[in-house]
Antibody, heavy 121, light 107 residues
Framework: EVQVVESGGGLVQPGRSVRLSCLFS????????MHWVRQGPGKGLEWVAS????????DYATSVKGRFTISRDSAKNSLYLQMNSLRVEDTALYYC??????????????WGQGTTVTVSS | AIQMTQSPSSLSASVGDRVTITCRAS??????LGWYQQKPGKAPKLLIY???SLQTGVPSRFSGSGSGTDFTLTISSLQPEDFATYYC?????????FGQGTKLEIK
């Protein structure tokens, strides 16, 4: 059974940093690209960042480029999002998400339960 | 970035109705489009991938069609558990972009 455990969210002041983590199990983590998707309070879904199976390809939404860093540790079956220079508008529920297939373009089939980041003074 | 225009933004329907939601991409994306269902307080769930492929475990009343720029999600006969918010997502290139969402409510 595929399982995902997210952690690391909380209340953080503007300009500060926080690191989100996701631990995956039940599939071969090294085979799949991973993503972070967020959802602001009462808002729609926003794709944030992605990382390929071997970390060779990384992409970011314009809104977070230069402030957020996505990474993965295959030995720990874990995905991370380092969030620096946080802004009030980064307040959201953050989901870690798995590519359905070994190549992009086939959907995102496993979603974490979400971890909340609230940026406020 | 590719813009995804989803319509309608909200929809009232009754159990048993046939419902259609559309997404239009600002440029061609081949078949690289998925549909997701989100219920309150829950993570999104993949329903359709690659425009028309049904995700394992998803009821056959859900179907997807389209290619290029115009895509459709159809629910053939609404069930009580289908009332939720639906999103399209283009995974053709980065940055991936979602539609604005369609809230499907009970009439």
């Amino acid at each position: 059974e595929v399982q995902v455990v997210e952690s690391g969210g909380g209340l953080v002041q503007p300009g500060r940093s926080v690191r989100l983590s996701c631990l995956f199990s039940g599939f071969i983590f090294n085979n799949y690209g991973m993503h972070w998707v967020r959802q602001g309070p009462g808002k729609g879904l926003e794709w944030v960042a992605s990382i390929s199976w071997n970390s060779g390809s990384i992409d970011y939404a314009t809104s977070v480029k230069g402030r957020f860093t996505i990474s993965r540790d295959s030995a720990k079956n874990s995905l991370y999002l380092q969030m620096n220079s946080l802004r009030v508008e980064d307040t959201a529920l953050y989901y870690c998400v798995k590519d359905k297939a070994a190549v992009p373009g086939y959907g995102l089939d496993v979603w974490g339960q979400g971890t909340t980041v609230t940026v406020s003074s | 970035a590719i813009q995804m225009t989803q319509s309608p933004s909200s929809l009232s329907a009754s159990v048993g109705d046939r419902v259609t939601i559309t997404c239009r991409a600002s440029q061609g994306i081949g078949n690289d489009l998925g549909w997701y269902q989100q219920k309150p307080g829950k993570a999104p769930k993949l329903l359709i991938y690659a425009a028309f492929s049904l995700q394992t475990g998803v009821p056959s009343r859900f179907s997807g069609s389209g290619s290029g720029t115009d895509f459709t999600l159809t629910i053939s006969s609404l069930q009580p558990e289908d009332f939720a918010t639906y999103y399209c997502l283009q995974d053709y290139n980065y940055p991936y972009t979602f539609g604005q969402g369609t809230k499907l409510e009970i009439k």
